[in-house]
């Protein structure tokens, strides 16, 4: 059974500091998926990464995948206030027939003016 | 196209009571799911379809029933509802997974916040 681990589940942050969200999975898979959920809001997505080495970027978010170590990294660059909002992982598990998506538990992210 | 859309927005409904939530999408996606999102949390699976007349139960199906009898639609049934399913509800779509390697982004709804008391 895949499971996806996010750390940290929580982290203040001050504005124009750098940081990076972890998202690791337990089994084979080269599909991985960021969404960012604001306050009382639904999820949007914000990127898909679907090979070994894949990096995308948006602004000042930066995501890749590494598919040997099971591992997706979110980068924030020079965080400002309005990136502020839950961020989740989510990965299909390719073992799966109806190839499910496995999600993450979230990474609450406050950041300090 | 209007994506995913959910009704109600908000409902409260009293232990006991039975509801039905609302979920329609206009993406002719296949797959469509049920979550429930507690506060603090993250999403859990209630039940989702791989396409119509396809359901398969989740992480939390218990007190929930579902039907797809149209690609379009994926009805959440309450059968008698508890203080314990106060959340907000999420469904959400995406295309049938391939083994391409072309991803498949899953798409939400705006929610549903139900209150049970």
Redesign the interface.
Known sequence: ELKVEQNPLFLSMQEGKNYTIYCNYSTTS??L?WYRQDPG?????LF????NGAVKQEGRLMASLDTKARLSTLHITAAVHDLSATY?C?V?DLMDS????I????T?LIIKP | NAGVTQTPKFQVLKTGQSMTLQCAQDMNHEYMSWYRQDPGMGLRLIHYSVGAGITDQGEVPNGYNVSRSTTEDFPLRLLSAAPSQTSVYFCASRTRISTSGVGNEQYFGPGTRLTVT
């Open positions: 080269d599909r998926y809001k639904s999820l949007e997505s898909v990464l679907l090979s989740f989510a299909d109806n190839y499910q998506l999600w993450g538990a979230g609450k």
